[in-house]
């Protein structure tokens, strides 16, 4: 299994710092760094989409393994030994709130995600497809409900991550409340 750190060349410093964290709870993870926001191509709530298709994907798929991708903020809570990474293609164990459950089947956060190698073919045509890119989160909560009758899809029941705490250029949440000072 492979592990990344999506993060922006305004961010790599602290990606840095979460990537030497994940490396001391015994968590080896490649940084990739994407475009940040330029009000042309890369809005605020487009530039994740657009780095996940442009850079994140396509190193994924390449390197022929499953994944676990992590936003650049990421603290685990939770051990990585207590998911079951061989009975799903998809499991997202980092997030903010709501459930696949739900009437509104969203779930915000993409702090953490376990792709099979499988899966990343589809999800890279699928979001190349969308014609104006939305939030990530959205997205993949879409690609989820789209493709649950294809894949085996898990929501942990609580968040195995939370944020450390930093300055977001995407989100207009209150997010201390999800976040580790």
Known sequence: M???ILTYEGNIEF??????????????SELVVGATIDNQKYKRCEVVMWNWIEVLLPKC????????IFEDDVRMIKP?????FDDYDIIWFGYRRGKFENKNKRITGTQALYLKK???KDLYDNFSSYKRKIHLDHAM???????MEKYKIYQTKLSYCCEKEHTSLISLDNWKQYSVK
Do not use: G, H, M
């Not at 798929?61 to 676990?68: A, F, H, K, P, Q």
């Not at 990585?80 to 079951?84: A, E, K, N, T, V």
């Not at 909560?141 to 493709?147: L, M, P, T």
């Open 61 to 68: 798929i390449e390197c022929n393994e499953d994944v676990i």
């Open 2 to 4: 492979k592990y990344f």
């Open 80 to 84: 990585l030994s207590d998911i079951p």
């Open 15 to 28: 990606a840095r710092e979460t990537q030497e964290y994940l490396k001391n709870i015994a968590i080896d």
């Open 118 to 120: 499988e899966v990343l």
């Open 141 to 147: 909560s879409k690609f989820c409900v789209k493709f």
